[in-house]
């Protein structure tokens, strides 16, 4: 394999010394580049787009040819899991996510089999081999699993939810199979990130999009406890390098210090939570990733260039921050404008690392 020649964001998250903060964008291959609109034609589908390597390899390098990004993201999707279990994702225009079958009893949870990643997810792991080959070294490439709750909601309300109506009635009068479903999932999602660590995953990230549905107590039982099963399970050493998790809980912020016992390496942050008493409460236990407001965006470049300044001096100096936005960049951005936002991460965070 080609020498990394960036290895800003591996050192970052390790909380090793940096030139300048590194930065990537949560689903920063997507809608908001026309050129993503035109490979998904060619492909026909979202779906199709995912199966097919060549082309998940090319949307992936998309936002690598127009910006100075310090890593790469595997171009796939969370419930790639689920449809390996059998229960036929398919997208819906305008719509989200939906799938054929739903899981609701403990019969349904019985019968969902654990997907052996390498065969079942061959396709998935194919793009991480090509992506892995394209990029020659220039940045580490980041593979990625939802978290075993996050999965579960979607198939157990068979697609995207507001009240999550069905998951909780699960959660708080059937807890044992809410748990049987989980356990269920914590596995798979290891065997997926670790088969996805062997094709050549240099960095994982487990999305946890949903854990802030929950309260405190339902977060550590139901949420939290499987993602430190799976991280407990990870291969954390491949070629000679660390391979760093970072976990992500959107809407986590109140939970910071227990999420720190979990054992990954960093925690993501989304932009409801001040990184600079993140920082104070983590102290240098992890690495944070954020956490700027996705929408900032749609302001001018002025003001992205202030957005980034006041995080970066929120944070402060030193070691341990990758910078990214606090969720997935909105379809509807301007190019240019996460173009700004790269060049003023790099640019800016200079004398927070002399
Ligand atoms: O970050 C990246 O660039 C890597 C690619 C990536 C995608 N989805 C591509 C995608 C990643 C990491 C994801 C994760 C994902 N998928 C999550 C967790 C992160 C988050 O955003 O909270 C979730 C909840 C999903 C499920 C999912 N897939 C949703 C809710 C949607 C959006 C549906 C819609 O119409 O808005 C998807 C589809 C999806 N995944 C798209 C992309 C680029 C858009 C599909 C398209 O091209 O039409």
């Not at 990214?324 to 004398?351: K, R, T, Y």
Request: hydrophobic share 45%.
């Amino acid at each position: 394999m080609a020498e990394l020649k960036n290895d800003r964001f591996l050192r970052a998250l390790m909380r090793e010394p940096v030139d300048c903060t590194p930065v990537w964008m949560m689903r920063q291959a997507g809608r908001y580049l026309p050129e993503y609109r035109e490979t998904r034609s060619q492909a026909g589908d979202f779906m199709s787009l995912c199966k097919n390597p060549k082309l998940a390899c090319e949307v992936t390098l998309q936002p690598l040819e127009r910006y100075d990004l310090d890593a790469a993201i595997l171009f796939s999707d969370i419930l790639t899991i689920p449809d390996a279990m059998g229960l036929g994702l398919y997208f819906e225009a305008g719509e989200g996510p939906r799938f054929k079958k739903v899981v609701r009893t403990a019969d349904d949870v019985a019968a969902l089999p654990v997907p052996d990643a390498a065969v079942d997810l061959d396709y998935v792991m194919a793009a991480v081999r090509e992506i892995r080959s394209a990029l020659m070294g220039r940045v580490p490439l980041i593979g990625f699993s939802g978290s075993p709750w996050t999965l579960a909601t979607y198939m157990v309300e068979g697609g995207s939810s507001k009240d999550f109506r069905h998951i909780k009635e699960m959660m708080y009068a059937r807890p044992e199979v809410m748990h049987a479903l989980l356990g269920k999932l914590a596995d798979a999602v290891t065997v997926y990130l670790n088969e996805q660590i062997r094709a050549g995953a240099q960095a994982v990230q487990i999305f946890d999009t949903w854990g802030g549905a929950l309260s405190g107590p339902m977060y550590a039982e139901f949420s939290l406890a499987y993602m430190k099963r799976i991280v407990s399970g990870l291969i954390r050493e491949n070629d000679g390098r660390r391979v760093p998790v970072i976990l992500f809980t959107k809407n986590g912020g109140q939970w910071l210090e227990t999420m720190v016992e979990a054992g990954a390496d960093a925690l993501g942050l989304d932009w409801t939570t001040e990184i600079g008493d993140a920082r104070r409460r983590v102290g240098d236990r992890v690495a944070l990733q954020g956490n700027m407001d996705p929408s900032v965006l749609y302001a001018p470049a002025d003001r992205i260039r202030a957005e980034v300044s006041r995080i970066l001096e929120s944070f402060g100096p030193g070691n341990g921050h990758v910078f990214n936005l606090g969720h997935g960049i909105h379809q509807f951005v301007d190019p240019e404008q996460a173009g700004v936002f790269v060049e003023a991460v790099h640019e800016l965070s200079v004398p927070y690392h002399k």
